[in-house]
């Protein structure tokens, strides 16, 4: 399964009815699967790291292109048009950046920006003992950055912590990129702040209703969500199709990862490094050192 599929009760008491016992996630993230309800019945494993590289590198690219104005020149240029009117970009070099969250891609996404030559603050609910990093408080972080890029999983405490009243504490003009999930940020929140021009700009590779949209082609059909088509049409907003993963190594490792998980799982007596397991509270990291089954 995949980021966009819903697992919900329903789900997994039907898929327990018919017998299965293993859900295999082809993803790092699991907020779309309720591990709770699962426990007890189906056991869950997903893919922790498949190639925090091509995240951290896709939110770069983002940012660049927005800062630089790159996809205002490249549909000039395909016209002919090589004006400059409305390019002028800002450098990277001393800016401050925000990283919410340091696992790997966090931490790959602050090495890339160092070499940019950027200062670095950082919030993480778990911060990296001796890492070098510049840990902040979250208030500190949303008022001093001058470029937010959000690196954390969406759990019920990150849900919109990026909400109208944190937009009110940022710096005017700052930009905000995620890659992560579109639920971290109040989508109506986000307009607002872009309408005010306190937000310069939005570099989303991830949307909060992207489940019915993401992953097909609309490009024949009148787009019904009035919310995504409106931020699509703003021109300080560049949007991708959660298409940060999308690498050939990424890809090879997330098919590597979900076999080596089934087999592991099938094979070792139901025991699996990456299983999520509900019971013990810490979902990803079970208590049992996973030299036991789950359940």
């Known amino acids: 399964m995949f980021v966009n599929d819903t ?112 200062n670095v603050i950082a919030y993480d609910l778990f911060p990296k003992k001796d890492s070098g990093i510049n840990y902040v408080s979250l208030n500190e972080l949303f008022s001093e950055s001058d470029i937010i890029s959000l690196h954390c999983p969406l759990t019920e405490e990150t849900r919109h912590m990026v909400n109208k009243e944190a937009i009110s504490s940022m710096k005017k003009g700052v930009v905000i990129v995620n890659t992560s999930r579109g639920a971290l940020i109040d989508t109506q929140a986000l307009i607002e702040g872009i309408k005010e021009r306190k937000i310069g700009a939005a570099c989303l590779d991830v949307y909060e209703e992207e489940a019915d949209v993401f992953f097909e082609d609309r490009s024949g059909h009148i787009m019904d969500d009035e919310t995504l088509s409106r931020l699509i049409s703003m021109p300080n907003v560049i949007v991708t199709s959660h298409q940060a993963f999308l690498t050939q190594e990424a890809l090879q490792s997330i098919a590597e990862t979900t076999i080596s998980n089934i087999l592991s799982f099938f094979d070792n007596d139901g025991i699996c490094d990456n299983e999520l397991c509900y019971h013990c509270g810490n979902i990803e990291h079970c208590k049992k050192e996973r030299k036991e089954r789950c359940f």
């Open 7 to 118: 697992v919900n009760k329903a789900v997994i008491d039907r898929l327990f009815e018919m017998g299965v016992k293993l859900i295999a996630l082809r993803s790092a993230g699991y907020n779309h699967v309720d591990i709770g309800a699962a426990y007890g019945k189906i056991h869950v494993v997903h893919v922790p790291a498949y190639s925090p590289y091509a995240v951290a590198e896709h939110a770069m690219a983002l940012l660049l292109i927005s800062v630089r104005r790159i996809h205002k020149a490249y549909n000039r240029t395909r016209e002919f048009n090589f004006s400059l009117n409305g390019l002028t970009g800002f450098d990277l070099h001393g800016k401050t950046v925000g990283v919410i969250g340091t696992g790997k891609i966090g931490q790959i996404f602050i090495d890339i920006c160092r070499g940019f030559g950027m």
